[in-house]
């Protein structure tokens, strides 16, 4: 089975987080997400984010890090999530593609439906927040 290379963006500023839902017509579809999207064949993940960011919510990444990476099977596919903290960028993050998408304080960020593989994430955050 074909393993996804995703570059996920976690885009923090303060202790808020900006998150996203998924269309209803996508793979986990109405759930909520952080931003990103698959790797082209032909660039890096860090490239791979730059290029989604632009495009999906209107951001110019000038600085970013590695969080973690998180492989996970969900029976019909497998992703790779690289995960990479976002915490200077220029531009107002606000989604181009018309999802709803909100800034959310890391310790609300329970409150909201994740696909299972961003659950870990959400844990990481939790332990770097300073607010717990």
């Known amino acids: 089975m074909k393993i996804v290379e995703v570059a996920v963006g976690v885009i923090k500023q303060g202790n ?4 996203s839902k998924r269309s209803d017509a996508l793979h ?9 999207g698959k790797r082209e064949a032909n660039e890096t993940i860090e490239q791979a984010l730059v290029r989604e960011l632009s495009e999906e919510i209107g951001i110019q990444v000038t600085k970013q890090s590695p ?5 996970h099977d969900y029976g019909d596919k497998k992703v790779r999530l690289d995960v990479r903290l976002v915490e200077e960028f220029e531009g107002e993050a606000s989604h181009q593609e ?11 960020l ?10 870990v ?5 939790s332990e770097l927040s300073t607010d717990h």
């Not at 808020?16 to 998150?19: G, L």
């Not at 986990?28 to 990103?36: C, I, R, S, T």
């Not at 994430?121 to 955050?125: H, P, S």
């Open 16 to 19: 808020k987080i900006y998150i």
């Open 28 to 36: 986990q579809g109405g759930k909520w997400e952080f931003p990103g």
């Open 67 to 71: 969080l973690m990476l998180i492989e």
């Open 98 to 108: 018309g999802q709803q998408s909100q800034w959310v304080e890391i310790k609300d």
């Open 110 to 119: 329970t409150q909201f439906t994740f696909p299972d593989a961003n659950k």
């Open 121 to 125: 994430i959400i844990d990481k955050l």
